[in-house]
């Protein structure tokens, strides 16, 4: 019963932009929508989160569908380090249910 | 820059075992959770503490396990009777705040894990 669905690997070509997607159709009114990365042998780390708005950071921007069903990560400009499993998180309450991740391979 | 910690970094354990892994948040941190991953697969939701009590729990935290913050600094997870299916990377983490206001910062930080075999 995942809450969110997301594509198991995207490539992208270094300096390039990458649209990460995520579905979250069963998402509630008061659900916030958060992005975590997770590099080889370490800890998720935060990238952005955001409820109903579309959100800006220096890391990435987060586009939220105006139903909320769906939202997309944007990195504005890919590098090398970005190589990453990028998750999409639903918090409801303070609860969070991680998706199952995008791989992305950045390709120099 | 502030960094949440685990101890320790690898436990290997026998089935049935307690073990107790251990972790030392943000220290002006107010919540507190912990995760787990099955190799090879997503990371799972186990717990969110604060104010000294569980604030949210998931079907995988059963009476097997517990949280506790024993002391200012420390905040614990003991499994009482460990099976097979334990082993997984544990990690702990912490934030300001859940983020249920605007504004609200609800950023996590996660400690480097602590790896769990149980043989």
């Known amino acids: 019963d995942a809450k969110t669905t997301q594509p198991n690997s995207m490539e992208s070509n270094e300096e390039e932009p990458v649209h990460l997607p995520c579905n979250h159709s069963?998402?509630?009114?008061?659900?916030?929508i958060h992005w975590y990365r997770q590099l080889p042998s370490q800890g998720p780390e935060y990238v952005i989160h955001?409820?109903?708005s579309n959100v800006n950071n220096r890391m990435a921007s987060l586009a939220i569908a105006e139903d909320r069903k769906s939202s997309t990560l944007i990195l504005h400009r890919a590098t090398l380090r970005d190589a990453a499993v990028y998750y999409c998180i639903l918090q409801a309450g303070n609860q969070f249910y991680f998706g199952t991740g995008t791989s992305l391979t950045v390709i120099p | 820059e502030p960094e949440v910690t685990q101890t320790p970094s690898h436990q290997v354990t026998q089935m049935g075992q307690e073990v107790i892994l251990r972790c030392v948040p943000i220290?002006?941190?107010?919540?507190f959770y912990w995760y787990r991953q099955i190799l090879g697969q997503k990371v799972e939701f186990l717990v969110s503490?604060?104010?000294?009590?569980?604030?949210?729990k998931s079907e995988i935290f059963d009476d097997q396990f517990s949280v506790e913050r024993p002391d200012g600094s420390n905040f614990t997870l003991k499994i009482r009777s460990t099976k097979l299916e334990d082993s997984a990377m544990y990690f702990c983490?912490?934030?300001?705040?859940?983020?249920?206001?605007?504004?609200?910062?609800?950023?996590?930080?996660f400690g480097p894990g602590t790896r769990l075999t149980v043989l």
């Open positions: 983490a912490s934030s300001e705040d859940f983020g249920g206001l605007a504004g609200s910062n609800n950023e996590q930080f």
């Open positions: 955001g409820l109903t």
């Open positions: 503490f604060y104010n000294n009590e569980i604030s949210e």
């Open positions: 069963t998402i509630s009114g008061t659900d916030y």
């Open positions: 220290s002006n941190h107010l919540y």
